[in-house]
């Protein structure tokens, strides 16, 4: 091989790792500004996630109407369970703690402790009547019923309403836009006299953006 040939073979060699290296680093710069992106949008939806806890005790009671004309106060840092006739009426005083509007979908119903368990599959909530809407920061509520009294749902809340145990209600919500859907587990817990307490013990998020690329 000719010195001409041999300076033409290590250009070839210079360009091709030059080459390379560019095109690794062009492929490392588009992670790097996708991961970006993704971290951005992460935060630009955090700053608009709903978040909803059991209201405060301090929080004004709230007036609350079922379809049959049933009205009902649920107090601050409470829940309503009664068994009338036949039907069950179910409402529980919440805030939303977020920093986005929260719009409730559904729920689902236990009538034991379901603390330690995992959120029901999505395809056994039931679906509400109307959505509810709960500003960012403000207080208002969750409401259900059982109507059938052939169904096991209507028998085991009744029981449980009955017998003073505790209960637990799957709240499903997400933002206006139908995304950032959420699920937060409420407990309706009873108290002194005929009263009933609600708290929140376990979220979860079924929507988000994944930044761990």
């Known amino acids: 091989m000719t010195v001409a040939e041999l300076v033409a073979a290590g250009g070839t060699l210079v360009l091709a790792g030059a080459t390379f290296a560019a095109v690794r680093s062009a492929n490392r710069a ?14 630009l939806l955090a700053g608009e996630r709903p978040l909803l806890n059991a209201s405060r005790v ?3 009671p709230q007036r609350v109407v079922f379809r049959d004309a049933r009205w009902f106060e649920v107090p601050g840092g409470g829940a309503i369970a009664e068994a009338e006739g036949e039907a069950v009426y179910l409402i529980i005083s919440v805030r939303n703690a977020g920093t ?3 719009v409730l979908h559904g729920w689902h119903f236990e009538p034991e402790d379901a603390w330690t368990e995992d959120h029901a599959p999505l395809n056994t909530f039931t679906r509400l009547k109307r959505d509810l809407y709960i500003a960012p920061g403000d207080i208002g509520f969750w409401q259900g019923a059982f ?10 809340a009744r029981r449980a309403i009955e017998s003073r145990a505790e209960m637990t209600v799957d709240v499903l919500y ?9 699920i937060s587990r409420f407990a309706i817990w009873p108290h002194e006299g005929e ?13 988000s953006v994944d930044v761990a690329r």
Do not use: C, K, M
Request: neutral net charge; aromatic residues 8%; hydrophobic residues 35%.
């Open 195 to 207: 009263r009933w307490l609600a708290t929140v013990g376990r979220h979860w998020v079924l929507d």
């Open 100 to 102: 986005g509007l929260a």
């Open 58 to 60: 301090e929080d004004r």
């Open 174 to 182: 997400g933002d206006f836009e139908g995304g950032q859907r959420s």
């Open 30 to 43: 588009a992670r790097i500004a996708e991961r970006s992106l993704l971290v951005a949008e992460r935060s």
């Open 147 to 156: 109507r059938d009294p052939t169904t096991s749902q209507y028998r085991d």
